[in-house]
């Protein structure tokens, strides 16, 4: 039972840590738990149903399928990252500011929500098919002793949950003013760690050039089979032996959202009131 | 000479000897892979060919080796992995984590 929590806890864990990020990030926004709620609904739907085409899915593009998916999903994820980066540079100075003025009661457009959603979805989608095929072998499995297993399943889904609620938590503890800047850094870490995953998978598989298998190891400092190793895997794209293509578009969209927010930022706000604030 | 250059690029995008060799067939059944402990050539791209033919499904991890793969009941995959230093390293099944085996890389020039 032990075992099997701990192995469902690591896929959820990691999901988890997105989840909380998006929620924090997207803190004071009307009706986004909605939209959180329906991302984990889709991705947990998407889980099962991919899972039980699995096999279908390993055999195609030669045998490729599942990075090509897997890739394709965490750029999906990176592009809508990318996007609501770039909104939040345009209006969230003023949204934290109604946030302080009025508290945390505050209405605001959900352009957004829906680009989070589907982040949450891929999170929960990519971690899910793990846990739904490790669940559905323990169910198949005529050995004995299945219902404490699965039990520990359930408690390693509900130790995840708790983890995503913490950092939730933890991360909306952060003086309002400062609450976008810290989640628009994880956001930018975030997107440039999916899309440096989603490279080395293509790599990885032969689909794109690698640009050197393997630049520095630092496993024996920081291995990613840790618990910390894997957070800061799922949080900010840390790799203890990164592939040089994975790197380049590590960098690549670290720089475009950090600079293209700053540009956005200094850029005369569209409404005329925020405009005048100094 | 246009062919052989062109050839040449298209080796350079995809690393020499990727598709050349026979890759290595791993099988897993009742919770074991046979073989347990594989050789293979340092500094060389190879294959890895994983064939589940238990009733539960798999996935075939190597956090050295850099690989993660799903493998349905039946069903199979193929991975690719290196180039590796001379050395031992560790693959096992995510699902299973007792069920283990050990790849070794060895220097091709000495062992021929």
């Given at each position: 039972m032990l075992a099997t929590l701990i192995i469902v806890f690591r896929e959820v864990f990691e999901a988890g840590l997105i989840v909380g990020i998006v929620l924090a990030a997207t803190e004071?926004?009307?009706?986004r738990g909605v939209f959180v709620a329906s991302g984990i609904a889709a991705g947990v739907a998407g889980a099962a149903l991919l899972a039980a085409f699995a096999g279908a899915l390993s055999d195609a593009f030669e045998g490729s399928g599942q990075e090509v998916f897997t890739a394709s999903i965490l750029l999906a994820a990176t592009v809508m990252l990318s996007w609501h980066q770039l909104w939040m540079a345009s209006h969230g100075r003023a949204m934290a500011r109604e946030m302080k003025a009025m508290g945390r009661e505050v209405a605001r457009g959900d352009r957004s929500l829906l680009a989070m959603a589907v982040v949450v979805a891929v999170a929960v989608l990519r971690e899910g098919v793990e846990v739904v095929l490790f669940l559905y072998g323990i169910a198949v499995?005529?050995?004995?002793g299945a219902l404490p297993m699965l039990a520990g399943g359930a408690l390693g889904v509900l130790a995840g949950a708790l983890v995503s609620w913490l950092l939730y938590r933890g991360l909306v503890a952060i003086p309002v003013h400062k609450l976008f800047k810290v989640t628009g850094w994880l956001i930018a870490l975030l997107a440039a760690g999916m899309a440096g995953q989603a490279a080395a998978i293509l790599a990885g598989a032969d689909?794109?050039?690698?640009?050197?298998?393997?630049?520095?190891?630092t496993s024996w400092l920081?291995?990613?089979?840790g618990m910390l190793g894997r957070a800061l895997h799922a949080l900010?794209?840390?790799?203890d032996r990164p592939m040089g293509i994975q790197v380049a578009a590590y960098l690549a969209v670290l720089t475009i959202l950090v600079v293209g927010a700053r540009l956005i930022g200094r850029?005369?706000?569209?409404q005329p009131a925020v405009a005048r604030v100094s | 000479m246009r062919l052989s250059r062109e050839a040449l690029a298209l080796l350079l995008a995809v690393p020499v000897n990727a598709w050349a060799a026979d890759p290595v067939t791993l099988v897993l059944l009742n919770n074991q892979f046979s073989p347990s402990e594989v050789k293979v050539a340092s500094g060389e791209r190879f294959r890895i060919e994983v064939q589940n033919q238990g009733s539960a499904p798999a996935e075939f991890e190597s956090t050295d080796l850099r690989v993660e793969k799903i493998v349905v009941p039946g069903g199979k995959i193929t991975v690719m992995a290196g180039p590796l230093k001379p050395g031992t390293y560790k693959f096992f099944d995510d699902y299973h984590p007792e069920t283990t085996g050990t790849l070794t890389a060895v220097d091709s020039v000495a062992e021929k």
């Open positions: 004071g926004v009307a009706r499995s005529t050995q004995a689909l794109i050039p690698a640009w050197g298998y393997q630049l520095w190891d920081l291995p990613e089979s900010a794209g840390y790799s850029r005369p706000a569209p | -």
